[in-house]
């Protein structure tokens, strides 16, 4: 069967561990396609996709709208800072006008978790969650577990620990989600204010001593502190979380053993990750850039051939 | 209708080594020439004439399989979303002459994506096209294979089953049944 169980990518919840699967065969041959001098196949040529952003991105967005122009479909970028929600639109309308003009897909980032589900339940397009607030980010979560899979082969049965601001983070979710469909070990790590209470309730082992966290794994996720979301101070500063979480070259050294380190960006250099370790051999936040265009043209084909 | 075979090993095997006299002589010494398997079945194909052209030309020729799924015109046609393949194409096809292999030609749909596909490694000097089976009567394109095994006068409602002891078949065959 090569077709995904959903119409809409909305969280990685909602889909199924053959879904993921399929997701990455077809990721491997886009991997293949995009590394040729010719990076473009025409399937989604009579498609219109709109990219609608309502939260800022840089990587998320390039690498939708790469993997849109490569599969040769038509592209309309729209941001919520220079739009008439800033008139008082409501989301639906915004989203209905743009669809109005005949879109076939909709890329959509969204401040508020929930945001592409409610959107689901009213308008016949699919639907790609780009990022809700701090529910998923379905793509990253696929992109991480694909590089991974390259990196050492496989998923299951392999370790990986997601460190730092668990509770804000929609990648944390999205990646649990789909490292445990695929039977890896997860752990997450991070000061207790961070950790949401519940979180061992999906399966995963917690841990607060960053040392301890590496010494367990085989790849470490190594996630942003995101300060745009606190309300309130979660830590003292960030000088002291660096001290206690932040990752440097003589920690690693210090393991003695092979280990991956993966961030999805972007990358606060000093902070949850030195400048000596997002460079060095350990790292493969450049691969999971590539693997993003791949993973997005998977999820785009897919999603699109499945509309008939 | 009951499966009614149209090649069995034999008749195969005296087939095959024809297409490849008639590669050699138009071909000569394959200096310029590269074979090209189309994705999923016309790769086995392929594998057996150039195993078969380099014992008889004792010279080396580039071999390469193509894949063209996303170039298809029955995206969004089809229940489905075809699955791709592996496309491996070593080489640069830029002023080559290419040998297109597959199995069945039937409408000419494939082939058309394929030489789509192409496209993107280079610009041949000249593609030909080498078919099995050339299933008369139903073509939607203009469309016309170089070298042919075998014409078969077919109903769009059959198919033809192309079994290869490289595809983990016992004995190599070829087959006329009715679809389902």
């Not at chain 1, 000061?191 to 001593?209: M, S």
């Not at chain 2, 996303?70 to 194409?89: L, M, Q, S, V």
Request: net charge positive; with cysteine.
């Amino acid at each position: 069967m090569s077709k995904l169980s959903q119409k809409h990518l909305l969280g990685i919840k909602d889909i199924t561990k053959e879904d993921i699967e399929l997701i990455f065969e077809t990721a491997d041959n886009f991997k293949d396609v995009i590394n040729r001098p010719i990076k473009k196949v025409p399937s989604l040529r009579d498609i219109t996709i709109a990219n609608i952003f309502f939260e800022n991105s840089t990587r998320t967005r390039l690498s939708f709208e790469l993997a849109e122009r490569r599969l040769s479909a038509d592209v309309i970028n729209f941001a919520a800072s220079n739009s008439s929600v800033k008139k008082g639109e409501t989301l639906l309308d915004t989203v209905n006008n743009i669809l109005a003009m005949k879109v076939d897909m909709v890329v959509m980032r969204h401040a508020s978790p929930g945001a592409p589900h409610f959107l689901s339940k009213h308008i016949s397009a699919n639907i790609v969650n780009a990022g809700d607030g701090t529910h998923e980010h379905p793509t990253q979560a696929l992109l991480d577990a694909f590089s991974i899979r390259e990196k050492l082969g496989g998923v299951a049965g392999k370790k990986i620990a997601i460190i730092g601001d668990i509770l804000h983070s929609r990648v944390a979710l999205s990646n649990i989600f789909a490292l445990k469909k695929l039977g890896a070990k997860v752990m997450v790590c991070g000061p207790p204010t961070l950790l949401p209470k519940f979180i061992n309730q999906l399966g995963v082992e917690v841990e607060f001593d960053v040392r301890k966290a590496l010494l367990w794994c085989d790849v470490a996720n190594v996630l942003r502190i995101q300060l745009e979301r606190q309300q309130i101070k979660y830590f003292p500063s960030l000088r002291e979380y660096s001290l206690y979480y932040g990752i440097n070259k003589k920690l690693l050294d210090s393991l003695k053993k092979p280990i991956i380190i993966m961030h999805p960006g972007p990358i606060n250099r000093g902070v949850e990750l030195s400048s000596d370790v997002a460079d060095s051999q350990h790292s493969i936040i450049l691969e999971q850039v590539e693997n993003g265009v791949a993973i997005r043209m998977a999820v785009l084909y897919l999603l699109a051939g499945a509309t008939v | 209708m009951q499966k009614k075979l149209i090649l069995d090993s034999d008749l195969l095997d005296i087939t095959v080594n024809r297409l490849c006299q008639e590669l050699i002589e138009n071909h000569g010494d394959f200096t310029d020439t590269v074979i090209i398997g189309m994705q999923p079945r016309g790769i086995y194909l392929a594998d057996l004439i150039l195993e078969k052209l380099q014992k008889s030309t004792r010279k080396t020729i580039p071999l390469g399989y193509l894949d063209a799924t996303f170039h298809r015109d029955d995206f969004r046609r089809r229940e489905i979303p075809a699955k791709g393949n592996e496309t491996r194409i070593p080489f640069v096809i830029e002023g080559k002459k290419v040998v297109l292999v597959d199995d069945v030609l039937f409408t000419g749909r494939s082939i058309r994506a394929a030489l789509d596909a192409m496209i993107a490694f280079g610009r041949p000097a000249k593609v030909e096209l080498l078919v099995l089976i050339d299933r008369k009567y139903n073509r939607d394109l203009p469309i016309a294979a170089d070298y042919v095994g075998k014409v078969v006068n077919t109903l769009t409602s059959q198919r033809v089953l192309v079994e290869l002891q490289a595809q983990g078949h016992k004995q190599n065959k070829i087959w006329l049944t009715n679809k389902d």
